[in-house]
């Protein structure tokens, strides 16, 4: 499941660059093959709430969390542009979201590289 987030991922990226709301969709389908990658990992999280993680497992920690803060911010940050553009909210109009979501991709991404090589290395 984790080539197919990393694929929907790109694919969202290069969906910026297609008509009508193909960015947005492509996100919810990354959304959704992430949800189905974490809901197979929950013996990981069940270790890391216990605090059972040791060593390298700790490290992976880490970068999960990372990963989770950044997509989170990821998430958000679309929303309130999409809600903002184009079902004319005015949510914060003078915060830059754009900025936001650009750089919380940009993370999301170098993150997902990194743990991508911790779990396969």
Known sequence: MAIISA???AAALIGLFLPGYT???L???FLA???LHNAGSLGF????A???LEGKRKKDAAVILAIAAAVILLILSGCVI?????????ILPSFDWMTLHIAAAIVSFLLMLLHMKQEWS
């Open 45 to 48: 999280y069940r270790d890391l």
């Open 50 to 52: 216990a605090g059972k």
């Open 7 to 9: 694929l929907f991922f």
């Open 23 to 25: 960015h947005e969709v």
């Open 27 to 29: 996100g919810l389908c």
């Open 33 to 35: 093959a992430v949800i």
């Open 82 to 90: 999409f809600l903002n553009y184009f079902m004319g909210a005015s």
